[in-house]
């Protein structure tokens, strides 16, 4: 499908660009398989926060930060994140994202935002959502620390104030300022307790390694409060490495389980799950098949060289079958086999985590992981919910008739 223009964007019917339409198919799955009957937990959906900079702008604390925001608003019209290119727009062909804004909603801003997110998770049977922000996925990349810093604090105070604390579905995990270690744990002091605040956010595309001894007080914080860590992984079409790639496709290949690996390698090999062991990480958007490479490949280099991972216990895929992962993009092209062994290799039946990324042109529906044969019915339950409702000690929303909560939390 083409993207119309602006003139053309006039004579299209509302319906086009309304979500209970668009979604018509999902509602039609949810209803055969009967998600009504559990809990269905999204860890991974998006909204776009750069719709919103005016209304995030003014909870920036830094005057000066402050200042140039609204001034660079105001006179530019643009927001001020570090821009990628448009590679995902795949030539107008995928339409939601750009006319996400046409779709018709009594409320603005923030509320607007809400009330789409309810449409969609309704339309699917997604009971909960955690949500992200999406361009500022690259602001690890930004080149002022002091405005990464004042910007994500920003954007948190504003989500915090205007959805999570509004609609209980909604849950988030807070982005941290992590090229600025004593910030990142000042987030985690000034947002631990905020209502919808179920852990925190290291966007993964940046260039700061994980065992750095200042991080170590923000890691003891978070496992002191019991909020799990987030890894979210994204692209970087600019960097020495991926400059060689001239297609976008084998980027959005590479990069997202690149990061993912990248961290998790430095993570383990460091010892950080001995030194918090009671600290739950969460490894989001980066599919699972980079799982089986990295198991195998760090086994194999430990049995070799084990005096250089002197705080590890057991192999590290003892370590890797421990954390959490998400589903999405879930890779079930032809080899089902392959998948079923990756799924088995990281105890998917309660570590998996059922991730959507909708509103993104690469998102998933429940029945990727509904409809596999090789899981059971309690497994599917699991990746789709239980597990994130234990992760995140998240409860039932819904009651029947005689008060009594139809999930089994």
């Not at 057991?314 to 999405?328: A, G, W």
Request: glycine letters at 4%.
């Amino acid at each position: 499908m083409r993207l119309p223009s602006s003139s053309e964007i006039h004579d299209l019917s509302v319906a086009e660009f309304d979500t209970t339409t668009l979604l018509a198919h999902a509602s039609a799955q949810a209803r055969k398989r009967k998600y009504s009957d559990f809990m269905i937990v999204d860890i991974d959906s998006h909204h776009y926060e750069s719709d919103h900079v005016r209304d995030i702008y003014p909870y920036i604390e830094d005057p000066v930060v402050r200042q140039t925001a609204q001034s660079f608003a105001q006179t530019m019209g643009l927001p001020m994140f570090p821009q990628r290119g448009n590679e995902q727009d795949m030539g107008g062909r995928i339409t939601r994202s750009p006319l996400r804004r046409m779709e018709k909603s009594p409320l603005k801003g923030a509320a607007q935002d809400t009330t789409l997110a309810l449409r969609w998770m309704d339309a699917m049977g997604v009971d909960y959502t955690c949500l992200f922000p999406t361009p500022m996925l690259s602001f690890g990349l930004h080149p002022q620390v002091r405005v990464e810093v004042a910007l994500s604090k920003a954007y948190n105070r504003w989500l915090c104030e205007h959805i999570l604390a509004r609609e209980p579905r909604i849950k988030s995990m807070l982005y941290l300022p992590f090229n600025d270690p004593e910030e990142a744990y000042r987030t985690v002091e000034e947002f631990s307790e905020k209502p919808g605040v179920i852990g925190f956010l290291v966007t993964a595309v940046r260039y700061a390694a994980v065992y750095d001894d200042r991080y170590m007080k923000t890691y003891r914080a978070l496992e002191e409060r019991g909020k799990p860590l987030a890894f979210h992984s994204a692209y970087n079409w600019y960097t020495r490495d991926m400059e060689q790639l001239n297609r976008f496709i084998s980027v959005h290949a590479l990069s997202f389980p690149f990061h993912s690996m990248l961290h998790l390698t430095n993570w383990i090999i460091n010892g950080l799950p001995e030194r918090f062991p009671k600290l739950k990480t969460l490894w989001i958007e980066a599919g699972l098949a980079w799982l089986a490479f990295l198991i195998q490949r760090l086994d194999n280099e430990y049995m070799m060289r084990p005096s250089e991972a002197p705080l590890l216990k057991k192999l590290p895929s003892e370590y890797i079958r421990e954390q959490y992962y998400s589903t999405q993009p879930l890779e079930l092209v032809r080899n089902r086999k392959l998948m079923e062994a990756t799924m088995e290799a990281i105890s998917a039946d309660t570590q998996l985590c059922f991730a959507t990324d909708y509103p993104h042109w690469d998102f998933d529906l429940p029945n990727t992981i509904y409809d596999l044969p090789f899981l059971d019915e309690t497994a599917k339950r699991n990746i789709l919910g239980g597990n994130a409702a234990r992760l995140f000690g998240l409860q039932p929303w819904k009651w029947d008739e005689h008060g009594k909560p139809i999930y089994a939390g």
